[in-house]
């Protein structure tokens, strides 16, 4: 038989490093920045804290926190806050980097955690919104240590924006 279907691949590059010793002072920097603000959660109820840090184009460093709530799904991840400040603060103002790290209350913080399904779309959008792809910068407390060159990569076949022109 004819086969017609087509086989279609995703795939992308990321960096891995051992430890956060590795990186460059600026990327070192936003990651400690990240870590901080990890400080400022309030995530009473899931016990795990997140920090966000952004580099802005324009130098500025701008940090967010998860911030959840008694009644569960009104709560929302550090990167969206992070983002919401971002535009609030500079609009049009493109994100160069933004690091995420986390402090679990109840279990060891030692490797990456990737932004959830929601945060990759916010991520995805605010990109093509500024045209400018945002690098991340993974790592927890310790450990391992992500580097992706565009959020929209943890998001292959997205709905976007465009589809509502
Ligand atoms: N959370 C974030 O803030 N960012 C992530 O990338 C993953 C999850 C928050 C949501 C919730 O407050 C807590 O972490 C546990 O899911």
Redesign the pocket.
């Known amino acids: 038989m004819l086969k017609i279907m087509k086989e279609q691949k995703f795939e992308f590059l990321f960096e891995e490093y051992n430890s956060i010793d590795e990186l460059n002072e600026h990327d070192k920097q936003l990651l400690n920045e990240a870590r901080s603000a990890t400080q400022q959660a309030y ?1 009473p109820y ?1 016990n ?1 804290h ?1 920090g966000a840090a952004a580099k802005l184009i324009n130098g500025k460093i701008i940090t967010g926190s ?1 911030q ?1 709530n008694a009644s569960f799904p009104v ?1 929302i ?3 969206r806050v992070l983002l919401g400040s971002s535009a609030s603060l500079y609009p049009e103002v493109a994100i160069e980097t933004m690091a ?1 790290s986390y402090q679990n209350k109840n279990a060891k913080s030692d490797h990456p ?4 399904g929601m ?1 990759r779309q916010a991520l995805q959008e605010f990109e093509g919104r500024m045209k400018k792809p945002i690098r991340l910068i993974l790592g927890g407390m310790e450990g391992k240590v992500f580097v992706i060159d565009s959020a929209s990569s943890l998001l292959p076949l997205a709905f976007t924006n465009e589809e509502l022109e």
């Open positions: 995530a899931s795990f997140v998860n959840e709560g991840c550090a990167e995420v955690i990737s932004p959830c945060c």
